[in-house]
């Protein structure tokens, strides 16, 4: 789910026609139905004479159908079987839905899973019930790394070198908006370090406030993380730090227990490890 390290210019071995056939794939969102030429290449910001040759070649291939009425594609299950494969063989996924279910229970908030896709966070799994229709989010939908409580908790989980490297696509993502950005990815770390999870009231949507904690594996299978979330009047900013909080936080120690993560830290451990060499500011201080 990692953008490659090297840039397209100077990679000679990245393949940019595979690179942009995928990106036309990634257009498609959860509830989208069809989009058209036009619409993709908006998304994607490719030419539309490319986009029309891409979804020429896609559409050959079997991975989007023609919808010849409206002059639009959708996926075809070529496309959706990647994704269900990619799912299965996400163990994490399934050995995590027991323990959110019961935090589900226990706090009636909604509860998911995610992992890094470019400047977001995309879901692979969730527990939710009825008690939290503000949170409409489900399997496939992607939240913003920099102002989420699951974003900000990835973020701080990375080894030094690879969260460098995403604040400085995040930069270059938000452009003008990065300083406000930053000083909230600056404020999660201090509060990840004093309590070991993020939390985000009310600064990516308004009315929903929510943690999030990272989990940690040993295999290589990379970093994910967990959140919490609730309408802001159900989850108060008081609750999210005395309640929600320390539950999720000893939930995906538990996880990672059960999958043979790295040993929990003490809290002592993690908030030196953070602030080694100074205050948390000081990691964000040269993305400037």
């Not at 009425?69 to 996400?90: C, D, H, I, T, V």
């Not at 300083?179 to 990840?192: L, S, Y």
Request: proline fraction near 5%; charge should be positive.
């Amino acid at each position: 789910m990692k953008r490659p390290a090297k840039k397209p210019t100077t990679d000679r071995s990245f393949v940019v026609a595979l690179s942009r056939g995928l990106d036309v794939l990634r257009a498609f969102q959860p509830n989208d139905g069809l989009l058209g030429n036009q619409e993709i290449a908006t998304r994607t910001k490719l030419p539309k004479p490319t986009v029309s040759r891409l979804t020429y070649t896609l559409t050959k291939l079997g991975y989007l159908t023609p919808v010849p009425r409206f002059e639009k594609y959708q996926l075809a299950p070529s496309a959706m079987a990647l994704g269900y494969a990619a799912l299965a063989n996400l163990g994490v996924r399934y050995l995590s839905e027991p323990f959110r279910e019961e935090v589900m229970r226990a706090t009636g908030g909604a509860v998911a899973i995610g992992g890094r896709d470019r400047t977001s966070m995309i879901y692979f799994g969730q527990s939710r019930n009825g008690l939290t229709l503000g949170v409409q989010l489900d399997v496939g939908s992607r939240i913003p790394i920099a102002t989420t409580a699951m974003g900000r908790a990835y973020i701080w989980a990375l080894p030094s070198d690879e969260r460098s490297a995403l604040l400085r696509d995040l930069r270059e993502h938000y452009g003008s908006r990065w300083p406000r950005m930053r000083d909230g990815i600056e404020r999660a770390g201090e509060t990840v370090a004093k309590y070991g999870f993020a939390i985000s009231a009310g600064e990516w949507q308004d009315d929903v406030h929510a943690v999030g904690v990272a989990l940690k594996l040993n295999d290589g299978t990379g970093t994910y993380a967990f959140n919490c979330g609730a309408p802001a009047f159900r989850f108060t900013e008081e609750r999210l730090r005395n309640d929600i909080g320390p539950r999720l936080l000893a939930m995906v120690r538990n996880i990672e227990a059960a999958l043979g993560g790295t040993a929990p830290q003490s809290k002592k451990a993690e908030s030196k490890k953070l602030k080694s060499g100074g205050k948390v500011a000081r990691v964000v201080e040269g993305i400037r």
